[in-house]
């Protein structure tokens, strides 16, 4: 079952992917494994506590890692699988972390909101693909066609490695560890 959620105030129940599914399912399923978790390690706290950034002078937080991943989504899956002119959410040219950069009037209710309806655009992009289905867009850097494939595994490895980022964030606010 899909990650899909518009309460950003409680944890998303996270599924463990099936163990013998097929290639197509595996990717979904740790893809939407990770995006879950990284809504678990948002849940439950203040705008204030998702802006708190990890050690100085890095400005990471939990609410720059979701908008962050609202502009990646939108990246790999409207402007390079379906092709889209799609502008920026946060990112821009002169500063492409732009949406790790928060202020305090930067609040996790309307990051949280952009980034639900990325994943879902996102879906309905991959839906009825085959895995080597070549984009309509681009690699951003190389220039290269790229299939649905090498999205699938590059988000889950952008995720794992934000997810991990998260979780020693959560740790100094809060103490919480774990799933």
């Not at 991943?69 to 040219?93: H, I, N, Q, S």
Request: charged share 25%.
């Amino acid at each position: 079952m899909p990650f899909m959620t518009t309460d950003h105030t409680a944890a998303p129940e996270r599924v463990y992917p099936d163990t013998t599914t097929g290639e197509r399912q595996a990717l979904e399923q740790w893809l939407e494994f990770h995006r879950a978790t990284l809504a678990a390690k948002c849940a439950g706290l203040s705008d204030e506590q998702l802006r708190t950034v990890s050690v100085p002078p890095s400005e990471l937080n939990l609410l720059g890692l979701v908008r962050h991943m609202a502009d990646v989504e939108r990246g790999w899956f409207r402007k390079v699988l379906g092709g889209e002119a799609a502008p920026w959410l946060y990112a821009t040219d002169e500063d492409f972390d732009r949406g790790i950069h928060t202020t305090d009037g930067d609040g996790y209710a309307e990051a949280f909101a952009t980034w639900q309806a990325e994943i879902g655009h996102a879906r309905k992009l991959a839906e009825g693909r085959a895995l080597d289905d070549l984009c309509a867009g681009t690699h951003h850097r190389t220039g290269e066609l790229i299939n649905l494939r090498w999205i699938y595994l590059h988000m889950i490895e952008e995720y794992a490695r934000h997810n991990g980022h998260a979780d020693l964030i959560r740790e100094r606010i809060d103490g919480a560890t774990g799933a």
